[in-house]
């Protein structure tokens, strides 16, 4: 009777562990690639913020106003931060607004003068590292989750008062 019994266990669970794991890959798998792309999303965000707030920084300062540089070093100093930490390339734009407050219609193109309000804006177009969206919806190839999307960042600063300000 033990015998049997000792058998019966043994054939009843054999094969389980393998069922087990074909149910569970590829939720672990799936679960796994969602963290990795969620990370290097969010990684790409972080670096982005980062290069818009040096940008706003440097660009307050007033630096290359004197020899007309000036536009052309924020948009260096912004896409070198961007560059350098993740090697990849960024559209800037900056705009500005007449005194604190930044109502109205910006100034496109121009980083202001003294006490004026300054705003950089970085766009870049991130692409997806890992196949998700196809594996979510394997029937219509490319889905949502797979295809580039645009990510924006910006930040705003007042200009330092270099020279006297107007107002």
């Given at each position: 009777m033990n015998a049997i019994r000792r058998l019966r266990r043994l054939l009843g669970e054999?094969?389980?562990?393998?069922?087990e794991f074909a149910l569970v890959a590829p939720l672990?798998?799936?679960?796994?690639?969602?963290?990795?792309?969620?990370?290097?999303?969010?990684s790409v965000w972080l670096t982005l913020k980062k290069a818009t707030e040096l940008g706003a920084r440097f660009a307050t300062t007033g630096q290359g106003e004197i020899d007309g540089t000036r536009m052309a070093q924020i948009i260096a100093a912004t896409k070198k931060v961007a560059a350098d930490s993740r090697g990849i390339d960024v559209n800037v734009k900056v705009s500005?607004?007449?005194?604190?407050?930044?109502?109205?219609a910006a100034r496109e193109g121009d980083p202001g003068g003294p006490c004026d309000t300054v705003q950089?804006?970085?766009?870049?177009?991130?692409?997806?590292?890992?196949?998700?969206?196809?594996m979510l919806d394997p029937t219509n190839g490319a889905s949502a989750w797979s295809q580039a999307m645009t990510m924006r960042q910006a930040t705003r600063m007042v200009n330092e008062?270099?020279?006297p300000c107007p107002y």
């Open positions: 054999a094969g389980s562990s393998a069922v672990v798998t799936g679960l796994m690639i969602g963290v990795l792309e969620t990370s290097n999303a969010l500005s607004w007449a005194g604190l407050s930044a109502s109205g950089i804006d970085v766009n870049y177009v991130y692409t997806p590292v890992t196949p998700l969206g196809d008062p270099w020279r």
